[in-house]
């Protein structure tokens, strides 16, 4: 066979569709008899292999999806809610996000993903529905401070209105920390939907998730731990990797944060 055929044949995997979950007839003995010793090793670098290759992407665009769902969310609330002619906008919308804050988020996710059918999408959209109190409070945070700065005293003296003052000085000044605080939500996506999914109540087979994988390993801990290793390592390389590129971004956004740390 030539060299591209060798290539070929090193990087494509071929398994039988119909035994993916064959690891789960392996009992007792039979794990430790080298006719299966083989059949294990098949089934946990092969398929394993290229469902972890998928889910880096699955697990990434779906954490992605949920966060920005919930920074949309965070913008919108409290820059309509400063600058909307009635001061009690803002009250509502602040007493609002106290009130969902006051409420556990996974037993919130828990109850609601318990009465929908449990698929991708109804997950990304509860984790993003149930994610935006936080990032909230710090997006307004970020408004009042922005409002009183010289460049919006300025457009307000040369006759600007709320909206346009909104859309013109505010949300430009603001997109830089919404998108950190968005990249690290990722994080915390990643690993609601991971936890959510070792419930049962997430993402459910025959579509793959890390934490459905954990799920189903934890009847192999003894005999095959690598079944269980692999989905929390590259849980915990997720996580860690969305941690260091929401500080990356901050740092880049705001130089002053990295001269302070040195």
Known sequence: MDRRGQLRTRFVIRFDTEAKNSLTTLRGAELLSG??????????SHFLTATF????????????????????????LPVKGLFLPTITVDDLVMRFTEIMMTIPVIFLILAILAIFEKDVFITMGVIGLTSWMGTTRFVRAEILSLREQDFVQAA???????????????LPNAIAPVLVAATLKVATAVLMESYISYLGYGIQPPLASWGN??????????????????????????????????????????????????
């Not at 006719?35 to 946990?44: E, F, P």
């Not at 998928?54 to 769902?69: E, H, N, R, T």
């Not at 307000?156 to 505010?170: S, V």
């Not at 915990?236 to 500080?247: C, E």
């Open 35 to 44: 006719q299966y010793r083989y059949g294990v090793y098949r089934i946990t």
């Open 53 to 76: 290759l998928y889910l880096l992407l699955a697990v990434a665009a779906l954490a992605l999806m949920a966060s920005g769902q919930a920074s949309i969310t965070d913008t919108k």
């Open 156 to 170: 307000r003296a040369l006759g600007a209105g709320g909206a346009r003052i909104m859309f013109r000085e505010l």
């Open 213 to 262: 994988m954990l799920n189903n390993a934890q009847s192999y801990f003894g005999s095959a731990p690598w079944v269980a290793i692999f989905p929390g390592v590259m849980i915990t390389l997720a996580v860690t990797s969305f941690n260091f590129l929401g500080d990356g971004l901050r740092d880049a956004f705001d130089p002053r944060h990295v001269t302070a740390r040195r």
